[in-house]
């Protein structure tokens, strides 16, 4: 695994704290939307969808570094929408690093090469840029819907890793993904030179145009394992290995949907960053309003039903793996032989 | 399946609740028809059933809000805006850039 140790110490003694302190829910990434707006418009996307006022709409960075303060997660991760469209991107991860937040800024890469050269960020080792890869070229271009972005975010991840920041890839698989190709996509990702890779599968989003590509749990067992059985040494993963061995079937977690809680220009969102079934006003109503027995999958709710993806379950695996010995060992075993 | 254009006739089949809730999930503008009559277009990103006055919040045409109206004082709410959500398949894109693809090559 490639999380960094400072960053694995930070969540660890964060964890430890929320448990000591006998608190039940606690927020592990705040997932932070200060825009809807996108260059792109990928099939599989619930997030740009909105009528014209609300696309042109972004939050303050006051309004950013409010819901940071309020929610308190150690982990802070930027999607939108593109982030790099957000006018005060640079000034926001600034403050974020000034707060020592772990970053992850989530960007389809096509203004990174020029944010870069324009000085926009600084490297820190409190920033990642998490660049949205779905595959080798055709695959990737085919899922987002138009050719020539695969090049253009392997170039500047050339550029970024030359500049000395922190890069990591993030993966959304569909249905019919081939784990053949995907194993070959982790070699060429790890071939750039990318600090390690994020994956998940793909989103059910009622919203999101393309309904029929989305993984239902027994397809998500079967692709992960083909895919990451065996799983080459030099392959680093920047996520829980629990998680992924839950992705590939041999782990039976429950979600955690307060552990990535999200806030966009609507508010808190309840109850996770996939499902949109209202809003709260502050971070303290969204943790104590909500009706979380709804949701996940023991409580039969039917849009939890296939649901899989990192936001829910990540969390989950990270406090598994302080919860008990056993999941501390496991962790421990994985991240190490890097074997899942 | 879109509900782009629908005016809905709120009665025995149909409750005001139940419309509510279908402009909250529209990904589109609607028109929000107040019992006094008067009308506020906007994008309806909110609504809480369960606060002790329900209520849905909005943002309006030129992008003002959130605006806060008591489902109370909500006669109807007509789906005039675009639905953005509607179209854009990926299986249309994949076909378009066959077609691109094909015409690129020029003719066999
Ligand atoms: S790049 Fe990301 S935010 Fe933009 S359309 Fe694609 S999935 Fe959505
Ligand atoms: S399982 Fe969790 S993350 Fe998935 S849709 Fe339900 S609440 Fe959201």
């Known amino acids: ?340 | 399946m879109t509900l782009q254009g629908w005016v809905p006739e709120i009665g025995e089949f149909l409750t005001l609740a139940e419309v509510i809730d279908l402009a909250f999930d529209y990904r589109g503008n609607t028109t929000v028809v107040r019992v006094d009559g008067t009308e506020i277009e906007g994008y309806v990103f909110n609504r809480n059933r369960d606060a002790p006055e329900p209520f849905i919040q909005i943002f309006d045409v030129a992008g003002n809000g959130p605006i806060r109206i008591p489902c109370s004082e909500i006669r109807n709410i007509r789906f005039t805006g675009r639905d953005m959500a509607a179209g854009n398949s990926w299986q249309a894109w994949l076909e378009r850039r066959e077609r691109e693809k094909a015409e690129k090559a020029g003719p066999a």
Not at chain 1, 83 to 95: K, N, R, S, T
Not at chain 1, 278 to 285: T, Y
């Open chain 1, 1 to 340: 695994m490639s999380v960094p140790l400072s960053q694995m110490w930070t969540v660890a003694a964060y964890v430890l704290k929320q448990k000591l302190s006998g608190r039940k829910r606690y927020p592990l990434v705040l997932m932070l939307e200060p825009l809807f707006r996108c260059n792109l418009t990928c099939a599989g996307c619930g997030k740009i969808q909105y009528p014209a006022q609300i696309l042109k709409k972004h939050l303050t960075l006051e309004q950013c570094l409010k819901a940071v303060d309020e929610c308190g997660a150690p982990v802070v991760s930027i999607p939108g929408g593109e982030p790099l469209m957000y006018p005060q991107i640079g000034e926001l991860v600034d403050a974020l690093v000034k707060r020592r937040k772990y970053v992850y800024l989530c960007t389809n890469a096509l203004l990174l090469k020029e944010k870069l050269e324009q000085g926009v960020l600084r490297p820190s080792r409190y920033v990642s840029l998490s660049i949205h890869m779905d595959g080798l070229r055709e695959d990737h271009d085919e899922a987002v819907c138009r050719d020539g972005v695969y090049d253009r975010a392997v170039e500047a991840i050339k550029e970024a890793l030359r500049r000395g920041f922190r890069v990591t890839t993030n993966t959304t698989l569909f249905d019919g993904a081939s784990p053949l190709r995907m194993r070959a996509f982790f070699d060429e990702m790890m071939g750039l030179g990318v600090e390690g890779m994020m994956l998940s599968p793909g989103y059910s989003y009622s919203k999101a145009p393309d309904q029929e590509h989305f993984l239902r749990r027994g397809r998500t067992h079967d692709l992960f394992s083909k895919m990451l059985s065996n799983a080459r040494k030099h392959w680093k993963f920047n996520q829980s290995p629990l998680f992924l061995q839950f992705l590939m079937g041999k782990r039976d977690y429950e979600c955690t949907p307060w552990g990535n809680p999200t806030f966009n220009l609507f508010g808190w969102q309840r109850p996770c960053y996939l499902l949109q079934e209202g809003f709260a006003e502050s971070f303290q109503e969204l943790m104590e309003s909500t009706r979380w027995e709804r949701y996940g999958r023991k409580s039969g709710n039917e849009k939890c039903q296939d649901c899989m993806v990192h936001c829910g379950y990540e969390a989950t695996a990270v406090d598994d793996t302080f919860s008990s010995w056993k999941g501390f060992r496991d962790t421990l075993v994985a991240s190490i032989t890097g074997r899942l």
